[in-house]
């Protein structure tokens, strides 16, 4: 991590704070004695979450859509007038849906996109200039699914998958500067993301997710991830079963697919 600023605290926003990895962060943060930002779209959870945590001073909450540009606007400019520096921008918030690419309406792919690849992008990018001054951190939460296919989650796939290599990308070219890169990859945790999943019609979906492995608890990652930071790791894998899947779709790929088509057989004849 960067050096603190001159009262010995350093700034941590975290998107999605409010519930699941998020939250668990945002107290593992806040413990070690960071300043953080929460960011979520549920104002009155957020509100709870902030009489939850002692210290005020330390603590800014901000309610709003990541996928809306003002808001973003609005975010950063709070955090710079607030704390006047940023040393770590934690990409959590996401979305996902369970349906068919067949039955699924375009809309809720377009959401799947701008939430989990759109705003982390953009939120970045506003956040590069105070990174930059304090030689940073960003940290990503994306998932195992950005590597291999998994069946009624195809624009989830595709926003993590395009969401891993842009921030890769922009790891080879923030070293220069300072800036650090840590990405994560979690399997199959029990965190609201999958409880408010979209149904191929934008509502929620009414079928309960196939998985693989080992069901984790958010408070299991995060842990991870605090562990990762103190390291100065460049990636954190999910569960061994999960690892195991990502490297056999890439050296046996036939094998994998069988699996798939057994363990998601429900998803793909849905």
């Given at each position: 991590m960067s050096s603190?600023?001159?009262?010995?605290?350093?700034?941590?926003?975290?998107?999605?704070?409010a519930s699941g990895l998020g939250w668990e962060l945002t107290l593992a943060f806040h413990e070690r004695g960071d300043a953080v930002v929460l960011v979520d779209m549920n104002a009155e959870l957020l509100t709870r979450r902030e009489r939850e945590l002692s210290d005020p001073e330390r603590v800014l909450c901000c309610a709003g859509d990541l996928t809306q540009a003002e808001f973003l606007t609005e975010l950063v400019a709070a955090v710079d007038q607030r704390f006047a520096r940023l040393d770590c921008l934690?990409?959590?918030?996401?979305?996902?849906?369970?349906?068919?690419?067949?039955?699924?309406?375009?809309?809720?792919?377009?959401?799947?996109?701008?939430?989990d690849w759109q705003a982390p992008v953009a939120l970045t990018q506003q956040c590069l200039p105070m990174l930059e001054r304090s030689r940073g951190l960003i940290v990503n939460i994306g998932s195992m699914a950005?590597?291999?296919?998994?069946?009624?989650?195809?624009?989830?796939?595709?926003?993590?998958?395009?969401?891993?290599?842009?921030?890769?990308?922009?790891?080879?070219e923030m070293e220069p500067l300072g800036v650090r890169v840590l990405n994560i990859y979690p399997s199959f945790l029990d965190t609201p993301i999958e409880t408010s999943a979209l149904g191929a019609d934008g509502k929620p979906a009414q079928h309960r997710r196939s998985m693989v492995g080992k069901m984790r608890g958010a408070d299991w990652m995060a842990s991870r991830v605090m562990k990762a930071i103190d390291k100065g790791q460049p990636w954190v894998f999910g569960d061994q079963i999960s690892w195991f899947g990502?490297?056999?779709?890439?050296?046996w790929p036939q094998?994998?697919?069988?699996?798939?088509?057994?363990?998601?057989?429900?998803e793909i004849t849905r």
């Open positions: 603190p600023n001159k009262s010995g605290t350093t700034v941590t926003l975290i998107t999605g704070a934690v990409n959590n918030a996401g979305i996902t849906h369970r349906s068919p690419v067949r039955s699924t309406q375009l809309t809720v792919f377009t959401r799947v996109m701008a939430v950005s590597w291999m296919p998994v069946p009624g989650r195809a624009a989830y796939c595709a926003a993590k998958a395009a969401m891993a290599q842009f921030f890769e990308v922009l790891r080879l990502s490297v056999l779709w890439r050296i094998q994998y697919l069988r699996s798939v088509r057994k363990r998601f057989a429900g």
